[in-house]
């Protein structure tokens, strides 16, 4: 039977981190803490660096994968189409929102077809949150810019 996704990440996550704690310990370095005195060079070793790298990013999408996303809406648009209704150049519209993809607030299926995830359709069907990015866009934005 093949693995799930999850299990997947679980075990890249567990091989790496194993790797990376052998790689301290043969160097007599301590596992990484929050603490004052973390000595620089814990992860200046190419391979650790590598494994550091991959858990990074298999803990990042684990992480999103566990949240849960509400399944996305099955309508999709061109980044023409959304620049023609947002008023952005498309080359802006396309940085913007390639932007977001890589932060999985929406979803590129194929190649400049764009779609809701789970996040964006929260944010587009969620009252509450629209009007918190709205006050938070809007409001705190430009106060923070002008501390």
Do not use: C
């Not at 519209?93 to 993809?101: E, N, Q, S, Y």
């Amino acid at each position: 039977m093949a693995s799930s996704r999850i299990a997947e990440l679980s075990s890249l996550i567990a091989t790496h981190t194993a790797k990376i704690d052998a790689s301290l310990a043969s160097r007599n370095l301590p596992s990484p803490s929050f603490g004052p005195k973390q000595p620089p060079g814990l992860f200046a070793d190419e391979e650790v660096t590598h494994s550091r790298q991959a858990v990074l990013e298999a803990t990042d999408e684990l992480h999103a994968l566990m949240q849960g996303p509400i399944p996305p809406s099955t309508g999709y648009a061109t980044f023409e189409e959304i620049s023609q209704g947002s008023g952005l150049s498309e080359a802006m519209t396309r940085r913007l929102l390639r932007h977001a993809i890589s932060h999985r607030i929406f979803h590129e299926p194929e190649k400049g077809i764009v779609t809701h995830s789970g996040a964006s359709k929260y944010l587009a069907e969620n009252p509450n949150m629209r009007q918190w990015i709205a006050m938070v866009s809007e409001e705190m934005w430009p106060a923070a810019t002008k501390a």
